[in-house]
């Protein structure tokens, strides 16, 4: 399979009519190699417009969602970043890529060890990986300047609105099947905040569990 040009038409075809138009967010799809992320024998349908299933159950979100967030999120390179729910470790990677550094926390131990093999082998460095339950936030390391979730909620989770500074933006899917909205929530003040709808989609849930205190490590 010729990836380069698979790659190509997934930003031609499916993030482009997305309304994904900042080039340093184009250019960095083709920078960071998404077939690298994906379980072996999904690397053919790495670029195709579905939420791919990971190892332990979990999915990728569509490119063209994962484009979008980042764009919508306006990432800068001095932004500390929570993501919750690290999945493959791609979104970790594309988030990485744009900010200081990504603080990532994710239930499954294991997919997170996968995660953390991946970000190595894209010579990805300014990741901390967490085994833990995200969904409340990582207050040992908040405020965020950026909050990324990597599945749907029925609700905003308040901790993590919490946990931005102020400028802090929130990239959150919220509501039920089969529609739901992207939003981005951004602290103005220490008691006010903003919401801007993005798009409709429909994901899967973010996997929850009761609070429990996460270990981490470093590379």
């Not at 077939?35 to 670029?47: G, I, M, N, S, W």
């Not at 103005?188 to 929850?208: G, P």
């Amino acid at each position: 399979m010729n990836f380069e040009q698979a790659r190509f038409n997934m930003v031609e075809q499916q993030i482009r009519p997305w309304d994904v138009l900042d080039t340093s967010i184009l250019d960095l799809l083709f920078h960071v190699k998404r077939e690298d992320f994906v379980p072996e024998d999904k690397r053919t349908l790495a670029f195709t417009d579905v939420q791919l299933p990971l190892e332990n159950g979990c999915t990728m979100l569509e490119p063209k969602v994962e484009a979008r967030l980042l764009q919508d999120l306006q990432v800068k390179a001095s932004d500390k970043v929570l993501e919750v729910g690290t999945g493959s470790g791609y979104m970790t990677a594309l988030l990485a890529a744009v900010s200081q550094h990504v603080y990532s926390v994710d239930l499954d131990a294991e997919q997170s060890q996968r995660a953390a093999a991946n970000l190595k082998t894209a010579g990805i460095r300014n990741v901390t990986l967490s085994v833990g339950n995200g969904i409340d936030g990582l207050a040992s390391q908040a405020p965020f300047d950026v909050i990324f979730l990597g599945g749907s909620v029925p609700v905003v989770p308040e901790a993590l609105k919490a946990q931005l500074a102020v400028g802090g933006r929130l990239a959150v899917i919220v509501g039920d099947a089969p529609v739901m909205i992207a939003k981005i929530i951004t602290r103005v003040s220490e008691s006010a905040y903003q919401e801007s709808v993005s798009f409709d989609t429909n994901i899967a849930r973010l996997q929850q569990l009761d609070a429990i205190e996460p270990s981490r490590f470093s590379f």
